[in-house]
């Protein structure tokens, strides 16, 4: 069966929040969940645990094989060499950057965040009574771009850390080598500790393979604590397992100070649906690739030939579009505005950061004809507004 064989009704029956949060008349495009069917390896994997009965305590990460897949995995497709026991297993990514921030940081330090940025980097300073120094990614002619001389500025005698998120959600950026080498030589220079949440790594849609930060130089990983995981690339959020790499074995042992019960890691399910993605289901991701490319495709085309008051630009990477509305003047934030009157959700600009507001973030990992419904049910509502 072909991954796009969804429909709307067989996704409603999905208890997961993208598709409940909303009255049943409402299309969401919101939380970064895919709407394809999993792969089949992974399927399969999971009913053969649960019809054996397997859902006990799982096998210790370091015998279940996994940090040692994961390592052939990165060499594998980002010629990054690492191993195994540099490699902790925790419970998600978001975790790793709470804990990370807790660890290498004291409370009312700084940390570098490049805005708008997913939500939990703003919380995750806040709530940890870290001070968030923001460094709002520029738009430049065809992408945002970052603006080096604000961002060294930024840094005072009270940053500790740079929490990158690369590829950016919700720019869409991959960055590019230069970028990174900047960003590193900074770090080096004012002694940061660099957390890279690269949850979209395999989310590249453009003919670029994604560069680990800490792949750059040994002195970069010495201060790099690198976060990945399957669950975005795979579509398997909701089984909570992340992997989070030290080039630094002085700043591993720090983070292995933190009890084991806090930092959790896996469970039965969990180890079964991400040995068979990584093992088994590059064929499917693929496919995903392909179809998220498509789909970008079709949303630059549409809001080029609809909304030419909309800035757009494509995504380098993930499956989400990051669109400027401000110059539609619409009387209420565009998201709230959209899922009123053309009953869409959509993610609000504004939880990004003060940036976002006037943006909303559109997620096109959907089918393709799901996907044209959600564009013609915005344009009509844009349209009526608009009196045309
Ligand atoms: C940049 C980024 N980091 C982390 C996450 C969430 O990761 P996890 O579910 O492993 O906490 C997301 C989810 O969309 C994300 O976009």
Redesign the pocket.
């Given at each position: 069966m072909h991954i796009n064989d969804i429909s709307e009704q067989s996704l409603r029956r999905r208890r997961g929040e993208k598709w409940t949060q909303y009255p049943a008349d409402v299309l969401p495009a919101w939380?970064?969940d895919m709407d394809y069917r999993v792969a089949d390896p992974i399927r399969e994997a999971l009913n053969e645990r649960i019809a054996a009965g397997d859902l006990g305590y799982p096998v210790s990460p370091a015998r279940s094989g996994l940090r040692e897949l994961f390592c052939e995995r990165v060499a594998a497709r980002f010629g990054w060499a690492i191993s195994a026991q540099q490699v902790v297993v925790i419970n998600?990514?978001?975790?790793?950057?709470y804990l990370a921030l807790q660890t290498f940081s004291e409370p009312g330090d700084g940390v570098i965040i490049q805005t708008p940025i997913?939500p939990?980097f703003l919380k995750a300073a806040k709530q940890t009574g870290r001070r968030a120094v923001v460094c709002p990614l520029q738009a430049g002619r065809s992408a945002f771009e970052i603006d080096f001389d604000q961002f060294e500025q930024a840094i005072d005698a009270s940053t500790r850390v740079i929490a990158l998120?690369n590829p950016h959600?919700p720019c869409g950026r991959a960055f590019s080598r230069e970028e990174l080498e900047r960003i590193a030589e900074i770090a080096v220079r004012h002694d940061l500790v660099i957390v890279s949440?690269e949850?979209?790594a395999d989310l590249v849609l453009d003919d670029t393979a994604h560069i680990p930060i800490a792949s750059l130089s040994d002195a970069v990983a010495q201060r790099t604590l690198t976060?990945m995981?399957a669950?975005?690339a795979f579509n398997i959020?909701g089984l909570?397992m992340?992997f989070a790499h030290f080039g630094s074995a002085e700043l591993q042992a720090r983070f292995e100070r933190i009890p084991g019960h806090s930092r959790g890691g896996t469970n039965t399910l969990s180890v079964a649906a991400v040995t068979a993605a990584w093992r088994e289901a590059q064929d499917w991701q693929d496919e995903v690739l392909q179809t998220l490319r498509n789909n970008r495709a079709r949303v630059a085309a549409f809001v080029a030939a609809h909304w030419p008051d909309v800035r757009h630009f494509p995504p380098q990477a993930?499956y989400l579009a990051w669109l400027d509305m401000r110059q539609l003047k619409l009387p209420t934030a565009p998201q709230a505005f959209l899922l009123e009157h053309a009953r869409v959700a959509l993610s609000d600009g504004k939880a990004f950061g003060p940036e976002g507001e006037g943006f909303v973030r559109l997620n096109f990992a959907t089918s393709p004809d799901i996907l044209e419904q959600i564009l013609l049910r915005m344009q009509t509502a844009l349209d009526v507004y608009a009196g045309k």
């Open positions: 939380v970064a998600d990514v978001v975790q790793g950057l997913y939990p998120c959600n949440d949850i979209h976060l995981s669950s975005k959020a909570c992340a993930t």
